[in-house]
């Protein structure tokens, strides 16, 4: 397997980082393999860590909601390091674009399934979207920090904010879009062009004839 693009230019992980990354991905594991097999509501975290060989206290420990289970990736741990490491002359929304581009295409080539069943799961279960519209808002804090620092503004500067606010929002939609049109298309693709439209000043394209209302695809 290629190396991942953004967790190649992390720093290299001690033993004990190792080991809770080992931990993590065996709890994540567990969860989808039993989601999968009896559905989300039945599935308990006791279950959960039973099937991951650690206690339900150690689950708690890594993911204080059973919905942070399936929402949490490697990726979502590097984000802001990822982001501080762009060029410093790098446009906002390209660093941006970069970072997000590159983090659904590495989640799809190192588990495309996992994927998937998390875009399922935002869509069929209230509780599992309702996490992750919280948990895109604190991403969303991360990197307005990341990039008012690189661009030498305060923190909390409302320009920044509204950027990574309106990009973390086009991510969830063109997300729960491509769940809920079977994901046939390229989620690679569509969050690229999910960009350009922001890029464009939000301007809409004209309708594509014959195609059907409300398409984000090529």
Do not use: N
């Not at 495309?112 to 808002?137: G, I, N, W």
């Not at 920090?145 to 929002?169: F, H, K, N, Q």
Request: glycine share 6%; proline share 5%.
């Amino acid at each position: 397997m290629a190396a991942d693009p953004l967790l190649a230019g992390q720093p290299r992980m001690g033993l004990r980082e190792r080991k809770k990354r080992k931990t993590r991905l065996a709890i994540r594991r567990a969860a989808h393999r039993l989601i999968a097999e009896q559905g989300y509501q039945a599935t308990t975290v006791e279950q959960i860590a039973e099937a991951a060989e650690v206690s339900p206290s150690t689950v708690c420990r890594y993911f204080p909601a059973k919905e942070d289970i399936v929402l949490t990736g490697e990726h979502e741990l590097v984000v802001e390091s990822v982001l501080r490491s762009r060029p410093a002359d790098e446009e906002p929304l390209e660093s941006l674009r970069h970072l997000l581009v590159e983090s659904v295409r590495a989640v799809l080539a190192d588990d495309p399934e996992e994927m998937r069943q998390r875009t399922r799961l935002m869509v069929e279960v209230p509780a599992v979207r309702a996490r992750m519209t919280e948990t895109m808002a604190e991403t969303s804090g991360l990197l307005s920090r990341a990039l008012a620092a690189r661009s030498g503004r305060a923190a909390d500067d409302l320009e920044v904010r509204i950027v990574t606010a309106a990009v973390m929002g086009a991510l969830r939609e063109v997300t729960i879009h491509w769940a809920e049109h079977g994901q046939r298309d390229d989620l690679v693709a569509l969050v690229d062009r999910t960009l350009d439209v922001l890029k464009g000043g939000l301007a809409l394209r004209p309708a594509p004839a014959g195609g059907r209302a409300g398409a984000v695809g090529p």
